[in-house]
C-alpha cells in the first residue's frame, strides 16, 4: 500500500496568549486517509492541544471547512492521494476559513459567520395560505428544478472564503444563495425584503463574478450562476 511521507504546516492561534504561530508536523499515511484523520492521528500520538472541528465527516455539515494550501474544502472530503495528486506536493499549509474570528487553532467562531446568513433570513417569512381545497402549497417540479441545487448548500462557507468580493459588510456567496432561494420558492410570499437586501450596497453588486465560489463549492453549486440570475432580475418563482 502506498505511504506518503506528509508535512502539515498548521497556522495555530492561543487565545490565552494571543499568539498565532504554525506548527510543523510530520507523518506517515495511507493514500485513503482523509485530512479530518491526519488531524486525530496528530491529536492521538503528537498533540492533543491542536484543535480543529469536525461533525459528521460525511461532506453534510460542513463543521471541517478549512484551507489546505489556499483552497478552501472539507477536511472529511480530502483522501491524502487526491491532495498529493491536486496539489502536486507532499506539504500542506492547512489553515481556519477566513470568515470569522479565529476561536483557537482550525477553530472559528462559526455564530459570528452565521450572522450573515441570518441576516436574509434564511426561511419562509410569510407561507402562502392554504388551497382553496384545504391542502398546502407544493412546488411545481419546474419550479423546483430551476433552484433544487441551491438547496443543497451546507454553510460549509468555503465560497464565503474563496470569495474576493472582500469581506467585511459584504453578505457574500452563501448568504446571497440563502436569499436567492427563498426568493425562487413559490411557497414564499414575503420577496421584497430579501430583494432589498440582495440589491443593497451589501448585496450582489459586490459581486465581481469571478466564480471562485462555485471553483471552491463541495456541494458542486453553481453559486456564481444564480448570483448572475440576481444580477439579471431573473429569480421569478415559476
Ligand atoms: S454554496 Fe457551497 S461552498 Fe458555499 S456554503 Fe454552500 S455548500 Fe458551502
Ligand atoms: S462570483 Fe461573486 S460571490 Fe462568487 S466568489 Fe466571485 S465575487 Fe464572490
Keep these: ?125 410569510s407561507p402562502k395560505p392554504p388551497r382553496s381545497d384545504g391542502r398546502e402549497q407544493v412546488i411545481s417540479p419546474k419550479a423546483l428544478e430551476r433552484y433544487v441545487s441551491a438547496t443543497r448548500c451546507i454553510n460549509c462557507f468555503c465560497c464565503a472564503s474563496a470569495c474576493i468580493g472582500g469581506h467585511g459588510t459584504f453578505l457574500g456567496p452563501n448568504a446571497m444563495l440563502a436569499a436567492i432561494v427563498r426568493v425562487m420558492d413559490s411557497r414564499e410570499q414575503e420577496k421584497q425584503e430579501r430583494l432589498r437586501c440582495l440589491y443593497s450596497d451589501e448585496g450582489i453588486y459586490r459581486c465581481h463574478s469571478s466564480r471562485a465560489c462555485s471553483f471552491v463549492c463541495p456541494k458542486e453549486i453553481d453559486v456564481a450562476h444564480f448570483i448572475a440570475l440576481a444580477k439579471a432580475g431573473a429569480l421569478g418563482s415559476e
Excluded at 460525511?58 to 498529493?84: D, F, R, Y
Design 1 to 125: 500500500m502506498t505511504t506518503y511521507d506528509l508535512t502539515l504546516n498548521v497556522r495555530r492561534y492561543d487565545p490565552d496568549q494571543g499568539r498565532s504561530w504554525v506548527q510543523t508536523y510530520s507523518l506517515k499515511a495511507g493514500r485513503i486517509m482523509r485530512f479530518v484523520d491526519l488531524l486525530r492521528r496528530i491529536n492521538d500520538e503528537q498533540d492533543p492541544t491542536l484543535a480543529w472541528g469536525s461533525s459528521c465527516e460525511h461532506g453534510q455539515c460542513g463543521t471541517c471547512s478549512m484551507k489546505i494550501n489556499g483552497k478552501p474544502l472539507l477536511a472529511c472530503e480530502l483522501l491524502v492521494e487526491n491532495a498529493v495528486a491536486y496539489f502536486g506536493t507532499t506539504v500542506f499549509n492547512v489553515e481556519p476559513l477566513d470568515v470569522a474570528p479565529v476561536i483557537r487553532d482550525l477553530v472559528i467562531d462559526t455564530e459570528k459567520a452565521y450572522e450573515r446568513i441570518n441576516r436574509v433570513k434564511p426561511y419562509v417569512i
